[in-house]
């Protein structure tokens, strides 16, 4: 008479007996997703792209065409790429800078590459005392500002050498780089000075100018290495303090290059305190791309390449 209800409510019992078997597997699954969450690493402050420089010597042997610069740079792992100039000098003068161009943003599209910035070399120095001479400086970079904008770039990096003491140069460059900006503006480019030899190696001397100069598209591009303000035969012989320098010029940065040169055993660069530089590039709020810019002549191209981005990662653990 009992064994009825019972079959009756069967159904019921599975329900409840399901519902609690779960219920009590629920806890210990969210417990292991937190254990698990916990153990992942924070993201770097900043992202790594590739400054073609660190390439220069393959291309320049005839072993590496330039227009393989996006599939080199997929290859060793790279998402951003920081074109120069001067090492499509012979493709321009062959095909025009519109083919050039076209040729290069191809590239970039089929091997998922973004393009962030030219590094313009040999077109007339932007400080120059000859007021004929700066203009036409002027007008020789305005091309590379029209490649940068076809590409997708945010900037171009020029250089602000001229002749006559610390305050002429100065005053000129701001005539140059204001003259150049203004146009930059009209095609939303940026206009970044590096840190390059001369007084522009002196991080006070372009922090000046950058104040002076007091335009939105106008800024820096802080280079780890380049400080050498006077050079002899045998080397640097009057050189501005790097990581002095690095901090005064961060302020207006819009871009940043981590130039290395050779590594000791542990992978540490020998002349530059990666960790040193990197926590000063981060107390001043920068969050945009870091170039690698190899420049050794120990290790080849692509061995140092590689050895400056584990560099910057494993640098990038160490900071605060």
């Known amino acids: 008479m009992e064994i009825k209800p019972l079959i009756k409510n069967t159904p019921k019992l599975i329900i409840v007996l399901f519902v609690l078997f779960f219920s009590s597997c629920k806890k210990p699954k969210e417990q292991t997703v937190l254990s698990v969450t916990e153990t992942i690493e924070q993201p770097m402050f900043f992202k ?48 025009g800078m519109d083919a050039v161009v076209e040729k290069l943003e191809a590239e970039s599209k089929t ?15 932007l400080a120059s005392s000859d007021e004929k001479k700066l203009n036409a400086a002027v007008e020789n970079h305005k091309k ?12 171009i990096r020029v250089n602000a050498h001229g002749e006559g003491t610390y305050n002429q140069v100065l ?10 900006s203004e146009y930059a503006a009209t095609q939303g480019i940026n206009i970044l ?10 991080g ?29 035969s045998n080397g640097c012989e009057e050189e501005y303090d790097k990581y002095k320098g690095v901090k005064e010029l961060m302020p207006y940065a819009k871009a940043v290059s981590a130039k290395s040169y ?20 981060k107390n001043a709020g920068y969050t945009g791309y870091i170039g690698v810019e190899y420049e050794g002549n120990v290790l080849p191209e692509e061995k140092g390449i590689l050895a400056t981005k584990n560099l910057l990662v494993k640098a990038s653990k160490q900071i605060k």
């Open 48 to 95: 790594i792209s590739l400054a073609q420089w660190s390439l220069h010597k393959k291309i320049g042997s005839g072993k590496m065409s330039p227009f393989d610069f996006a599939k080199e740079a997929n290859a060793m792992g790279f998402e951003a790429i920081e074109y120069v100039s001067g090492l499509y000098n012979k493709e321009v003068k062959a095909l």
């Open 111 to 125: 091997y998922g590459i973004k393009n962030l910035l030219i590094m313009v070399d040999g077109e007339g120095n």
């Open 144 to 155: 590379w500002v029209d490649a940068a904008k076809a590409l997708g770039c945010h900037s």
């Open 171 to 180: 005053d000129q460059a701001v005539v140059g780089l204001t003259k150049l």
């Open 262 to 281: 050779n590594f000791d055993d542990k992978g540490n660069d020998t002349a530059i305190d990666y960790k040193r530089m990197l926590q000063i590039v």
């Open 204 to 232: 006070k001397w372009l922090a000046t100018v950058m104040q002076k100069v007091n335009m939105p598209n106008c800024g820096t591009l802080p280079d780890f290495g380049n400080f050498c303000i006077k050079r002899k």
């Open 193 to 202: 000075v590096e840190n390059h030899g001369g007084y522009t190696s002196n």
